[in-house]
């Protein structure tokens, strides 16, 4: 009994993990990466046609979008999920298909004009077709005889529609382990869903770990936060812009400013701010968000028993006066063009790709605005730039300004805090007796672990990638199937650090030009100044050379 973890170790997305059980080869999620290859998707350790089944907690893409992958290269298994899952990868697998052929035409176009040779998309529609016909759906809470030596059954995690944590039995030789992947753990602040549901034992826990050195702001407070900076924003004749995962996360949204109305504030000051939110206009730009949202609505009996009364009482929690929803591309251009104050959600979250971008362009250059993220940001990705401070951005091939209010959230997220977290492995009767903690940036995993180690004194495992472990007695590593190549750590460090240093040299030539043309620098300081500008020049010439 042998587990490998393939992806998302020492890192937030690209889920995959490889079990061998029961003659049998397994993959828990098979997600696609998001923002610069740190660990370079690196296939899987065996062909795609021998392995046997995929086990998909949900549908994020970082947990699912590959897939089509690998269904393209002769996988024929089946894929086990829960029926929320499998309703939403029939909408979000396609869209991601369709951004890969789009991708792949792209870069062709350009390549074509530089000699280069033609790029290959990923996967392309019928892919994603073919995996979506493999999907098997199941419900919450059935325990399901997988094959000889397999069991599974799918828990209520509270992160998306339909996720799920998964319990997996398996036997060898007579002896059954019990394996518990945690998926992604939900916040049990998040609007719309149920709170995670626990699991009472385990023999392992392999655990996301996305936020496991921090705390979120609750509930009341990140509410009373978000109609605070929409207000400020409006009353300056500015628009928000909200890049947000178009499943799970617009809706959350959508539900919060609908929910803004039950507030029990009298106060005139909310009034008032109430008031100028409920004549704003809020659009939900992204086909795949409306498209999610109709899934939402289908599958109302997920949610928790706040919203369930909502629904009773004839208030959809995800329709308010005011809310319009944008299909075509010549509506999406509108709103930049408008000059009306608005709130914009659009995605992709992380800014990546769709048409969060063109909105993006078109806004943070205006200091009347505000930028409003709601969700993690992985490292190396647009939304991360923005949210760590960058000065200019480039976006579709131009150098833009972040003149913008930039605002981030983060009780907005579905992941659970450290807090969190600490109560799911609480929460187990019987404690796992061993823990690895994957899906999460090293400086989260490190201080989880620290915090696992002391409230209950439990080995914790960070695997690294590719690291694989026997499972059959005690927890044994066997070694990496595939080392990592660190070089690629060190060529977007160059890079990154390239990019600081253009942003310090901009500022630096803002504030020399500002000091000598105010005359507040005498001959002696301009002087020196000038002979360290030397220095500096001479040595950007030596790494050039």
């Known amino acids: 009994m042998k587990l490998t973890f393939v992806g998302a170790a020492h890192e937030v997305t690209g889920s995959c993990h490889f079990l061998q059980t029961a003659g049998k080869n397994i993959l828990i999620d098979c997600g696609m990466e998001q923002g610069p290859d740190l660990y370079e998707n690196p296939g899987l350790p065996i062909p795609a046609n021998e392995v ?31 029926y929320a899952t499998a309703d939403l990868c029939n909408i979000m697998l396609r869209d991601s298909a369709h951004i890969q052929e789009f991708e792949a035409e792209w870069r062709n176009r350009k390549g074509k004009r530089a000699g280069q040779p033609e790029y290959e998309p990923v996967y392309v529609m019928q892919d994603a ?51 518990v992947f945690s998926g992604d753990i939900g916040n049990n602040d998040i609007p719309l869903l149920s709170e995670p549901t626990m699991i009472e034992d385990a023999d392992y826990l392999v655990m996301e ?25 409006i009353e300056k004749g500015g628009t928000v812009v909200i890049p947000s995962f178009a499943v799970g996360r617009t809706q959350e949204i959508l539900y919060e400013l609908n929910k803004i109305k039950d507030s029990e504030d009298d106060s005139p000051e909310f009034e008032r701010k109430y008031r100028l939110l409920m004549n704003t206009p809020v659009y ?139 109560h799911f492995v609480d929460s187990f009767v019987k404690k796992p007796n061993h823990i690895f903690l994957v899906h999460g940036e090293e400086e989260s995993q490190k201080a989880l672990r620290d915090k ?20 059959t007695n005690t927890v044994q590593a066997t070694g990496n199937i595939r080392k990592r190549n660190l070089n690629e750590y060190k060529k977007l460090e160059v890079i990154d650090r390239m990019e600081t240093l253009k942003e310090e040299l901009a500022d630096m030539e803002s504030i020399v030009k500002e000091d000598i043309l105010a005359n507040t620098v005498n001959d002696d300081e301009i002087s020196k100044l000038n002979e360290r500008i030397k220095e500096l020049e001479k040595q950007i010439v030596e790494i050039v050379e």
């Open 452 to 471: 696992i180690n002391e409230n209950f004194d439990l080995p914790v495992s960070i695997p690294d990638y590719c690291e694989s472990f026997d499972l």
């Open 284 to 422: 939900v730009d992204s086909p795949l968000a409306i498209s999610a949202t109709e899934v939402f609505k289908e599958n109302m009996d997920l949610f928790d028993e706040e919203t369930q009364e909502l629904i009773r009482r004839g208030d959809n929690p995800l329709e308010f006066p005011g809310l319009k929803f944008t299909q075509t591309v010549e509506e999406s251009k509108a709103l930049n063009e408008s000059n009306e104050s608005a709130i914009i959600i659009s995605a992709s979250g992380m800014c990546e790709v769709g048409r969060i971008k063109h909105h993006l362009k078109h806004n943070i250059w205006n200091p009347k605005n505000t930028i409003l993220f709601v969700g993690y940001q992985a490292p190396g990705t647009l939304g991360r730039k923005i949210v760590d401070g960058a000065k200019t951005v480039k976006i579709f091939g131009e150098e833009v300004a972040v003149n913008a209010r930039v605002e981030y959230i983060e009780g907005y997220s579905g992941h659970a805090d450290q807090a969190g977290l600490l």
């Open 129 to 179: 077709l073919d995996a979506i016909e493999l999907l098997v759906p199941c419900q919450y809470g059935e325990r399901i005889r997988i094959c000889e030596g397999v069991e599974i059954r799918f828990t209520d995690v509270g992160h998306l529609l339909g996720s799920a944590s998964i319990e997996v039995w398996a036997t060898e030789d007579g002896v059954t382990k019990k394996i």
């Open 52 to 82: 046997d089944y995929v086990f998909l907690t949900h549908a994020h893409i970082d947990h699912s979008g590959m897939l089509p992958r690998l269904a393209k290269d002769g996988f024929k298994g089946q894929i086990f999920t829960t």
């Open 209 to 233: 770990s996305t936020y496991g050195n921090r705390l979120h702001m609750k509930n009341e407070s990140k509410a009373e936060t978000f109609l605070r900076i929409v207000s400020e924003t």
